[in-house]
């Protein structure tokens, strides 16, 4: 028993049989989808300095066996032979694609190892930004340069990274004249081709690029059924050293590929609802795509950078017999690491359960009950009114109030936690179904971040972190395990604030915050 992991631990990674093995480790391959219509430049050079550098530095993964193809396009889509023998790429232009029946005109060499071919690429990037300096082209067919890219990519699998800048080509965004025209995808091209690539294992990472509206929800599909996420930028003149951040992230990132995830629960109880970005690959079986080193699971599934979640509800069955004291879950993650290595991971929980109502509210989250209905009413803007989903939200809250309120003379001792639970739900549901004067772009995008983002990053969307800085002191500020060490967090008021300086964490910006 003693040499067996999963029998003495509950959480275990274990190397996974043939029979797991439906084909050989593929190699860690990327693809980069670039947009160079006009008005691309800066994007481009951005592009070329960070993959120079993390080439030439050897911190994307996959060792030596890691490949790379790169599509690029505006109207029409070019392709780049990247032979090792060859003095420089050969780029081939597809003026006439019409649709995804249509053959290439070849396919080799277009991912090359990195290891054989690494000057051929390396040429490659330094050049796209003179190669497109006086593109006149002014919209991108980007359906078209995926349909090209499934194509060559679909024996392998890997990670896709798309950079779209102008707007869609418009005959393939149709106008429809309905209420959810800003709120639910109108292009069913992403959605169709999601659906049949999934199997293929390949996750899309999108970056965005626009001022003006281009209707972002349109890639919703693609990210959700993909696994993918989704960046966005309304003025790369301002946000350029994020989006060389996110992106020298994203490719620095370990992953999982070919990955499939499952979970089992205890007898009586079913899973009702799954919300996040995955595909259902067969049965309760599903396609997604984890961080390599950082898988936690505890009814929501938490990843680093970028941390994408799966929310599980699960429903009791009343017509179940045996008294039920513990919930189980299993969890098991089979993935392929960088190295080529299959592999499985597991995790076992145990829960205890109670009937004892005071225990229920005394043990409440009031962060996870608010990530909860964050994303069921998220997840509900696509066939119900806006205004009755924000009514639903309050009638919830109202209904947890006034229970609360009902046994508050018998709490005692049990009063002033409640209290605390009751005050800080108040906050966050407040904040979350008040007006916020954003574009519709940058909703919909925080709506598909929301989808697969975990509960510490959402809530603080929706009440943001305060750090008082002014007497951080000049020493270590990672501890022993590599974890960043927060100053002592303050109470989100600016009404209680010093004459100081602060630091405001909002989820995905940091505020610089002087009162004086």
């Not at 066996?65 to 780049?80: A, N």
């Not at 100053?487 to 004459?499: A, V």
Request: charged share 20%.
């Amino acid at each position: 028993m003693s040499q067996k992991n999963e029998l003495k631990l509950g959480s275990y990674e274990i190397l996974a049989g043939i029979d797991y093995s439906a084909r050989p480790p593929v190699a860690p391959s990327y693809i980069f989808l670039i947009d160079v219509s006009k008005g691309n430049q800066e994007i481009l050079q951005t592009i070329s300095q960070v993959l120079r550098e993390l080439i030439l530095e050897g911190n994307i993964p996959g060792g030596e066996r890691k490949q790379f193809g790169f599509i690029t396009y505006d109207k029409d889509v070019h392709l780049y032979r990247l032979k090792y023998n060859l003095n420089q790429p050969q780029m081939v232009v597809l003026s006439d694609w019409e649709n995804q029946d249509q053959d290439l005109p070849f396919y080799e060499d277009l991912v090359v190892s990195l290891d054989t071919c690494q000057d051929l690429i390396l040429c490659l990037i330094e050049s796209l930004p003179k190669l497109f300096i006086e593109n006149q082209v002014k919209f991108s067919n980007i359906s078209n340069a995926i349909q090209v890219a499934v194509k060559i990519f679909k024996h392998i699998g890997g990670r896709l990274l798309i950079f779209q800048h102008n707007q869609i080509k418009e005959e393939e965004n149709r106008q429809v004249n309905n209420d959810n025209y800003y709120r639910e995808s109108n292009n069913t091209f992403f959605k169709d081709i999601s659906k049949e690539i999934q199997q293929y294992f390949i996750c899309p990472s999108i970056f965005v690029f626009s001022e003006s509206f281009i209707n972002i929800i349109n890639l919703l599909d693609f990210t959700k059924y993909l696994n993918g996420d989704i960046f966005y930028y309304y003025s790369i003149q301002n946000q350029r050293q994020n989006f060389e951040q996110n992106l020298r992230q994203c490719l620095k990132k370990q992953i999982t590929w070919e990955s499939v995830f499952r979970l089992r629960c205890s007898q009586g109880f079913s899973v009702s609802q799954i919300i996040g970005n995955y595909c259902v690959r067969q049965g309760d079986l599903l396609t997604f795509q984890s961080d390599e080193y950082n898988f936690l699971f505890f009814l929501i599934n938490q990843l680093n950078l970028r941390n994408k979640t799966l929310l599980y509800e699960f429903e009791m069955d009343q017509h179940f017999e045996r008294k039920i004291n513990n919930f189980s879950i299993q969890t098991a993650l089979l993935y392929t690491s960088s190295d080529g290595i299959r592999k499985i991971r597991c995790h076992n929980y145990i829960i205890p359960l109670s009937s004892d109502i005071f225990d229920i509210y005394n043990q409440a989250d009031c962060q996870v009950l608010t990530a909860y209905i964050a994303k069921v009413s998220s997840n509900s803007l696509y066939n119900q009114n806006i205004l009755q989903i924000r009514q639903n939200i309050i009638e919830i809250t109202r209904a947890l109030f006034n229970f609360l309120c009902i046994f508050q003379e018998f709490l005692k001792i049990q009063c002033l936690t409640v209290n605390i639970v009751k005050r800080y739900l108040f906050i966050y549901i407040k904040n979350l179904i008040q007006v916020k004067h954003i574009t519709t772009d940058i909703n919909n995008c925080l709506r598909i971040f929301f989808n697969s983002v975990n509960v510490e990053e959402m809530v603080l969307h929706f009440v943001p972190a305060l750090f008082c800085i002014d007497n951080m002191q000049d020493k270590s500020i990672v501890d022993s395990k590599g974890q960043y060490i927060c100053p002592k967090q303050m109470i989100t008021s600016f009404n209680s604030l010093g004459k100081t300086a602060y630091l405001m964490d909002t989820g995905t910006v940091l505020i610089m915050y002087i009162n004086k």
